[in-house]
């Protein structure tokens, strides 16, 4: 073996993040590689919650929306994602689904290019980002969606860039192979082309370091590597030069100029606050202000370093204990974010053999099992641990199992 257990052991005890894991709640015996979908619990939030219930709602009630902070929730838990993701204060808002931030982003892009009438889609990108694209378009009227992607005589970027596009929707890293784009030279190479671009970094904050300050807008989900729990808020990035001309077409009442004053019309608030829309899940918010208070204290940077060495520590067993099996991920870890995916024809099958065998990842389509790698709490001796499982699934065809065959809901 490349490596052995024990010495996986002894990186453990030498790794400078390894105290992060006593924050979270994990379940006994178990491999957990699937905080790329849902992030592990973080043991803080449980009693933040309950006061939040107990106390602000329970003792206070209305009068919270002052005295606890409610009403800026979206506004200070914004201030606290900005520096993960490389965003200046007062240029993020949290609160809606990455779903609904989407269509927040690209119709607040797209009046920006009056006359570009082309929004640059990537076939690759999570559904939704494309859905909602689809959506955005039909409801202004009168735009055509450019599909890019990797796939055999699908346009690659550089294509289908043109003095027509008005924006550009990527994700930083790709949900199935972990692929990670360079921000900084696609931000720069769409914008040359005059266009404006919009990161989704549902993949990638709280997985590597992240950089948007020279982009136009980003979105993404705090429930994946940021911990904030299911369904917890997203947010939106708006680079603070395009605050004055942008409109949130979800013109609700939290995003007006004067909430209060109750008038008959809608005016914007200044700043990001006017891509507000309605009241905020308070008690989401405040499980999500829990977990951040854990990355308030992470040196991304290490996190990266660990991230490096977990993912490249699991492909070298993999690859050694695993011949021929077919690697999605890039080798290149400076090209690939914090998970590893292989394509294998019987990959759901395979996917769910492993997680009766404590191994939590997952499964998309086409063929793809993702293991993601959250550097707060996996160890080197779970990417081991893995690894032999992974071994054992494929090499004894346990993932054959009759059991393992139907498709649950949630895959
Ligand atoms: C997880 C994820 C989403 C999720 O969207 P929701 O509206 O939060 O369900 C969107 N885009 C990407 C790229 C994702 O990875």
């Given amino acids: 073996m490349v490596i052995s257990r024990?010495?996986?052991?002894?990186?453990?005890?030498?790794?400078?993040?390894?105290?992060f894991r006593d924050e979270f709640t994990l379940p006994p015996g178990v491999v957990y590689l699937l905080g790329n979908s849902l992030g592990a619990l973080p043991r803080r939030t449980a009693a933040r919650v309950a006061h939040a219930v107990e106390s602000e709602w329970g003792l206070h009630l209305g009068a919270s929306?002052?005295?606890?902070?409610?009403w800026d929730l979206p506004q200070t838990t914004g201030d606290r994602i900005a520096p993960l993701i490389g965003a200046g204060p007062g240029e993020v808002l949290a609160g809606d689904s990455t779903s609904v931030n989407i269509f927040k982003a690209v119709t607040a892009a797209l009046p920006l290019r009056p006359g570009r009438r082309v929004?640059?889609?990537?076939?690759?990108?999570f559904p939704t980002d494309r859905y909602v694209v689809e959506g955005a378009a039909a409801a202004l009227g009168d735009y055509e969606i450019r599909d890019i992607g990797t796939a055999d005589g699908a346009l690659r970027l550089e294509e289908a860039l043109g003095d027509d596009v008005a924006m550009v929707l990527l994700s930083q890293v790709d949900y199935r192979t972990g692929a990670a784009h360079d921000v900084d030279a696609v931000t720069a190479r769409v914008q040359a082309a005059g266009a404006l671009m919009v990161w989704d970094?549902?993949?990638s904050a709280g997985a590597l370091p992240v950089d948007v300050s020279g982009a136009d807008f980003a979105i993404g989900c705090t429930y994946k590597y940021l911990n904030g729990g299911p369904g917890a808020p997203a947010y939106i990035y708006v680079a603070s030069r395009h605050h004055e001309h942008v409109r949130n077409v979800i013109s609700g009442w939290h995003g007006h100029a004067a909430p209060f004053d109750f008038e008959p019309h809608y005016r914007p608030a200044d700043g990001v606050r006017r891509f507000a829309s309605g009241s905020p899940p308070v008690l989401s918010y405040t499980a999500l202000n829990a977990s951040l208070d854990i990355w308030e204290r992470v040196d991304m940077r290490a996190l990266r370093a660990k991230s490096v060495a977990l993912t490249s520590l699991f492909i070298d067993l993999v690859d050694e204990l695993c011949p021929g099996l077919s690697l999605a991920s890039p080798r290149d870890a400076d090209r690939r974010g914090s998970q590893v995916s292989y394509r294998h024809p019987d990959g759901y099958p395979v996917a769910r053999a492993l997680v009766d065998r404590g191994v939590i990842g997952d499964y998309r389509e086409p063929d793809i099992v993702r293991f993601g790698f959250a550097p707060l709490?996996?160890?080197?001796?779970?990417?081991?641990?893995a690894a032999t499982t992974f071994a054992e699934v494929l090499g004894k065809e346990l993932w054959r199992d009759e059991q393992y065959q139907r498709r649950l809901t949630v895959t």
Wanted: hydrophobic residues 35%.
């Fill in 377 to 385: 709490y996996v160890r080197h001796v779970d990417a081991y641990d």
């Fill in 201 to 203: 970094l549902c993949h």
């Fill in 6 to 19: 024990a010495e996986c052991e002894t990186l453990d005890e030498q790794d400078p993040l390894r105290d």
């Fill in 65 to 70: 929306w002052n005295t606890a902070g409610w």
């Fill in 119 to 125: 929004i640059i889609s990537d076939l690759d990108n």
